[in-house]
């Protein structure tokens, strides 16, 4: 299977926590696989020597160790069940989008049959979505196996996408006095539709 890892190794003092979970949140960002509290595995393309070296540097600097060995291959067997574990917290995290997404999607949903079309609610969702765009981002760079959560979280995510627009779109309509469809004009007050494939 032939893939190279890079396996990090650190020590930091019990106290003040921030140099350990500093260390922590930059190894899972970088996409890194926990053997261990403190013992981190990541797959060589993923290992940016400038991160690395900031949390090196921060660990360091608090009066820990950080070490970098570098992993050719592993025997067959492991190298798979590496791979299954990596994709494991690919997923979960994928898992986590696919319910950030359901649960804007809710939202527009509730505010929509509330009549709350305000410019106001279009701002925070766009907020909130442009922040799901960018942690998918993130952990599609990560997924460098082919999780099956991909497909899924990229689908919930077009899909938030396409319901905040058409809530957009009839925020437009009932500020500008008129309905978006023409084949809406009988209505008072068109209400927003959004398909749910579930």
């Known amino acids: 299977m032939g893939s190279t890892w890079v396996l990090a190794?650190?020590?930091?003092?019990?106290?003040p926590s921030t140099a350990r979970v500093a260390a922590w949140r930059g190894m899972h960002g970088l996409g890194g696989l926990f053997l261990g509290p403190t013992v981190c595995l990541l797959p060589a393309a993923l290992a940016d020597a400038r991160q690395l070296e900031a949390i090196a540097t921060r660990v360091r600097a608090a009066g820990g160790s950080f070490e970098l060995l570098s992993v050719e291959s592993f025997a067959e067997e492991a190298e798979t069940a590496l791979r299954t574990r990596y994709n494991d917290a690919r997923d979960a995290e994928y898992a986590e989008i696919v319910e950030r997404a359901d649960g804007q999607i809710e939202e527009l949903e509730r505010e929509g049959g509330r009549g709350k079309f305000t410019?106001?609610?279009?701002?925070?969702?766009?907020?909130?979505?442009?922040?799901?765009?960018?942690?998918?981002?993130r952990v599609r760079t990560r997924d460098l196996f082919g999780a099956e959560g991909r497909r899924p979280a990229v689908e919930a995510v077009d899909k938030a996408a396409v319901c905040l627009?058409?809530?957009?779109?009839?925020?437009?309509?009932?500020?500008?006095?008129?309905?978006?469809?023409?084949?809406?004009?009988?209505?008072?007050?068109?209400?927003?539709?959004?398909?749910?494939?579930?």
């Open 165 to 198: 627009e058409a809530f957009t779109v009839e925020v437009i309509a009932r500020e500008g006095g008129g309905p978006v469809d023409a084949a809406e004009s009988d209505d008072e007050a068109p209400r927003l539709k959004i398909v749910r494939d579930r």
């Open 9 to 15: 190794a650190y020590r930091t003092p019990s106290a």
């Open 119 to 137: 410019f106001a609610e279009v701002e925070e969702n766009e907020a909130d979505l442009a922040k799901l765009q960018r942690w998918l981002r």
